[in-house]
Nanobody, 117 residues
Framework: QVQLVESGGGLVQAGGSLRLSCAAS????????MAWYRQAPGKARELVAA???????NYLDSVKGRFTISRDNAKNTVYLEMNTLKPEDTAVYSC???????????WGQGTQVTVSS
């Protein structure tokens, strides 16, 4: 069974940092684009960052220069390093995998990130 298991969320002050991790099971990691989405209360879910099988990346404009997505193929794990966090980054962050960054086939359960001002 395919599983995506996130970890690393929590409460942090504005300006702080967090690193999210997503461990993937099965063969999905090696054959899919991996991505991080987020959804804040009352807002639509949005794509934060994605990384292709060969390491190409793309980011939401508002996180460029602050967030970094990376993947460790040996560990079947994708990371989201988040620096200079802002209160508006507060959301549930979900790991995702699919044929493309917006063609998602698998979702993780989500992890809460809260940034206090």
């Amino acid at each position: 069974q395919v599983q995506l298991v996130e970890s690393g969320g929590g409460l942090v002050q504005a300006g702080g940092s967090l690193r999210l991790s997503c461990a993937a099971s099965g063969s999905i990691f090696s054959s899919n684009v991996m991505a991080w989405y987020r959804q804040a209360p009352g807002k639509a879910r949005e794509l934060v960052a994605a990384i292709g099988r060969l390491g190409g990346t793309n980011y939401l404009d508002s996180v460029k220069g602050r967030f970094t997505i990376s993947r460790d193929n040996a560990k079947n794990t994708v990371y989201l390093e988040m620096n200079t966090l802002k209160p508006e980054d507060t959301a549930v962050y979900s790991c995702a995998a699919g044929r493309g960054a917006t063609s998602i086939d698998y979702w993780g359960q989500g992890t809460q990130v809260t940034v206090s001002s």
